[in-house]
């Protein structure tokens, strides 16, 4: 049982566009919901996160969405650059337990 | 300086191996993580110690067996290599369990032929 899914699975977007990625959760429970981008042949890294008591969090151009009603968050990422391509992974906790990650997006940014 | 490293980048062995992939964190940490992720990009918890003690457990075969010498590191050590097994491997860490950010190492590609 999936307990956060993701979509979508790639996404391609010109420079300077705005990439928008979604993920929906089931447990109620969850109260961290971070996303982290990965490059190839790294590990993933922290990119931003939420709790559930804000509706939105920005840090440059990334933005955090949380819709606790719907129990969806996503990710906006303005002005998206090359150097942004990468795999965005969403992902899930509540406090003492592990990470529940989505299954990632690959993100390409075309020049 | 690095904060989450990992020994060996690159693994390669026959089926029916013994291996280990060793981890160290200089961060002071008191939790740390095995992450699988798998040819489709899929991370996955495997284990978390805190200070020394398991404390996650994920369905993971018994001949994956995690050491934890003193808390600055974990150890994986894999018995009886499957085909199975072949996927990135993930050392993580965090200053607390649970919802505090996860500092993780580059990877180690275990590749069982």
């Known amino acids: 049982q999936q307990q956060v899914k993701q979509s979508p699975q790639s996404l391609i977007v010109q420079k300077g566009g705005i990439s928008i990625i979604n993920c929906a959760y089931e447990n109620t429970a969850f109260d961290y919901f971070p996303w982290y981008q990965q490059f190839p042949g790294k590990g993933p890294a922290l990119l931003i996160a939420?709790?559930?008591?804000?509706s939105e969090k920005k840090e440059g151009r990334f933005t955090i969405s949380f819709n606790k009603s719907a129990k969806q968050f996503s990710l906006h990422i303005m002005d998206s650059q090359p150097g942004d391509s990468a795999t965005y992974f969403c992902?899930?906790?509540?406090?003492?337990?592990?990470?529940?990650f989505g299954k990632g997006t690959t993100l390409s940014v075309s020049s | 300086d690095t904060a989450v490293s990992q020994t060996p980048k690159y693994l390669v062995t026959q089926m029916g191996n013994d291996k280990s992939i060793k981890c160290e964190q200089n961060l002071g940490h008191d939790t740390m993580y095995w992450y699988k992720q798998d040819s489709k990009k899929f991370l996955k918890i495997m284990f978390s110690y805190n200070n020394k003690e398991l404390i996650i457990n994920e369905t993971v075969p018994n001949r994956f067996s995690p050491k934890s010498p003193d808390k600055a590191h974990l150890n994986l050590h894999i018995n009886s290599l499957e085909l199975g097994d072949s996927a990135v491997y993930f050392c993580?860490?965090?200053?607390?369990?649970?919802?505090?950010?996860?500092?993780f190492g580059p990877g180690t590609r275990l590749t069982v032929l």
């Open positions: 992902a899930a906790n509540q406090a003492g337990t592990a990470l529940i």
């Open positions: 993580a860490s965090s200053q607390l369990a649970g919802d505090n950010e996860q500092f």
């Open positions: 939420i709790r559930p008591d804000v």
